[in-house]
Nanobody
Framework: QVQLGEAGGGLVQAGGTLRLTCAAS????????MGWLRQAPGKEREWVAS?????????GVSLKGRVTISRDNAANTITVYLQMNSLTLEDTAVYYC?????????WGQGTPVTVSS
């Protein structure tokens, strides 16, 4: 089983930057990809970005060009970072970390990001 712990959310002004962190522990060796999704109030959950075990990265349309996902591997732990730049009011959402393995997917509890004008 994989446990995910998220951090880094908070209040930021429009145009600012924020870095979210997700630490995967437990059976982290089984993880094939990790990523972030977000859910704004009244909207469906939306994919933001992901990174595979091989280091390949992909990002969604809404944050394309404004987001960088990266990863650090350590003994029994994988930490994934989501760097977001030039934030807008539309980026306000709860951001969820996700880890996928060949058999299951794990979710973090979410970290809220609020962008103010």
């Amino acid at each position: 089983q994989v446990q995910l712990g998220e951090a880094g959310g908070g209040l930021v002004q429009a145009g600012g930057t924020l870095r979210l962190t997700c630490a995967a522990s437990g059976r982290s060796g089984s993880i094939t990809a990790m990523g972030w999704l977000r859910q704004a109030p009244g909207k469906e959950r939306e994919w933001v970005a992901s990174i595979t075990r091989d280091g390949n990265t992909h990002s969604g349309v809404s944050l394309k060009g404004r987001v960088t996902i990266s990863r650090d591997n350590a003994a029994n732990t994988i930490t994934v970072y989501l760097q977001m730049n030039s934030l807008t009011l539309e980026d306000t959402a709860v951001y969820y970390c996700n880890a996928a393995s060949s058999l299951s997917a794990s979710w973090g509890q979410g970290t809220p990001v609020t962008v103010s004008s």
